[in-house]
Each structure stands twice: as structure tokens, then as C-alpha cells.
């Protein structure tokens, strides 16, 4: 195999991973269209997107099993796996580009809506961020995004943030959320036939840098004060949206 080509691949499954470890979401958003420039087939690269993200999250979760909040972790993975199947039939049904276009606009008016709301200190009204059913939509978009596409971070984060979670439980919650859910999408791929021995090489390659660009990652996420982390968040928020727009034009 090409030492160029396994290089760059581990290249950008450092930039992906290192948005994970930093953000809480992000890589496959980041480093699928980086791969799609890559001599890459497709099915290897979502698998590979697949694995390094689940990697990531055990990484993230050992550290921080004791802030997960419990009841919302169980109602937003019920949902989920009723989503994951949905997922599927987008894949069949739906092009690819349409779901794309319509998540890269919510992306953006989401990330705008957060910065004004936390520049003038708006808030929702309680009984929407309280309620106990709120979970279970966000769940099942993330099971649906999941299986299709390998975004099964974005609903979960905006699930976070729509309710103001305290930071710490908000990057523990969604870590966990995203190592149940990943789990039953990487064992969805290696029962569909995705995984090869070129994803293993490329994999093993890319453990050392995974395990740097967490070390990274949660080094810069415990430097930045609370109020500054949140902004940065809705501005990658707002910057994902433009690159899945961008990725489709």
C-alpha cells in the first residue's frame, strides 16, 4: 500500500479526531470530505470514520463516566435505536445531497440563533427545555444521520445546547450517547461487508495519532473559560453548516 496515501489518511484522522476531542462532535463532518479527496473507496472511508470516532469516545468516557446523566442518556439512545433503521431508508430513498442541504441550513440558523441568544442572554421558556419527552426527537434524528451518513453527533449536540447543559455533563452525556450508538453502526458495517484489510491498516495507523488528538483536544477544551467554550461551539456549529452546504454545491 501506498506510504503517501496511509500518511495523509492518518493525517486527517488526527484533524477529525482532534475536533472530536475538542468539540464533543464533528470528525466525520471534518474528515469525510478530506477523504473524499483521497485515492479512498467510499465504504472504507465511512467505516474508517466509524471506528476512529468510536475510539475516541471510550477515550473520552473513561475520564468522565461520573457527570453522564443517566435518565437522558437512556431516553436519547431509545430513540436512537429506533432511528438507526430509518437511517437505512434514507440511504436507499433519498439522496444524499437533499438531507445535506437541509442539515447544512439548520446548522446555520441553529448557529446564528445561539450566538444572539447567548449575546443578549435570551432564553427559552422552561417548559420547552424541561420537558421529558425533549430527548426523544433529537435521538431519533441522531439514530436516522447515524446510520447514513456517520453524523450522529450533530442532533445530540444541539440537543445539548438547546437545553443548556452543564459543559461537563453535556461533553460526558454525549460522549457516552456516541459509543452505544457508534457501536451498533460500526457492527452494522462489518455485517454489511465494509470493512476490508486496507480499513485495519489504515486504522492501526491512525491509533497514535487518535491518542494524541485526544490528549490535545481535552487539554485545549479544560483551558478556555466556560462562556468562551459555548461561543466557540455555536461558531463550529454555524461552520459545519457552511461546509455541508459547501461540500454539495
Known amino acids: 500500500m501506498d506510504f503517501t496515501l496511509i500518511t495523509l489518511v492518518v493525517l486527517v484522522v488526527f484533524l477529525g479526531s482532534l475536533t472530536r476531542s ?3 462532535f464533528g470528525d466525520s463532518v471534518v474528515s469525510m470530505p478530506l477523504l473524499a479527496l483521497l485515492p479512498l473507496p467510499i ?9 476512529t470516532g468510536f475510539s475516541v469516545g471510550l477515550m473520552a468516557i473513561f475520564s468522565a463516566w461520573k457527570y453522564i446523566d443517566k435518565r437522558i442518556l437512556l431516553l436519547l439512545l431509545s430513540s436512537t435505536m429506533i432511528g ?10 433519498v439522496p444524499q445531497e437533499n438531507v445535506t442541504q437541509i442539515l447544512g441550513v439548520f446548522l446555520i440558523i441553529y448557529g446564528i440563533y445561539s450566538l444572539i441568544k447567548q449575546r443578549y442572554h435570551l432564553e427559552l421558556p422552561e417548559r420547552w427545555k ?18 447514513a451518513y456517520n453524523m450522529n453527533g450533530i442532533p445530540i449536540v444541539v440537543y445539548g ?7 461537563k455533563t453535556f461533553h460526558s ?20 461487508g465494509l470493512w476490508t484489510r486496507d480499513l485495519f491498516v489504515f486504522y492501526l495507523a491512525s491509533l497514535p495519532v487518535i491518542y494524541l488528538a485526544h490528549r490535545i ?3 485545549i477544551r479544560l483551558r478556555i473559560p466556560i462562556h468562551r467554550f459555548e461561543k466557540l461551539l455555536y461558531l463550529f456549529i454555524l461552520l459545519l453548516g457552511i461546509i455541508l452546504l459547501l461540500s454539495v454545491a
Open 173 to 192: 452525556t454525549l460522549q457516552s450517547h456516541f459509543i452505544v450508538s457508534s457501536l451498533f453502526i460500526v457492527l452494522g458495517q462489518a455485517l454489511g
Open 130 to 147: 424541561g420537558s421529558q419527552l425533549l430527548p426523544l426527537p433529537f435521538g431519533l434524528l441522531s439514530g436516522a444521520l447515524g446510520s
Open 84 to 93: 438507526i433503521p430509518i437511517g437505512l431508508y434514507l440511504v436507499i430513498e
Open 161 to 167: 445546547t438547546f437545553r443548556d447543559l452543564e459543559m
Open 22 to 24: 475538542t468539540f464533543g
Open 217 to 219: 483536544g481535552k487539554s
Open 43 to 51: 465504504n472504507t472511508a465511512i467505516s474508517l470514520i466509524g471506528l
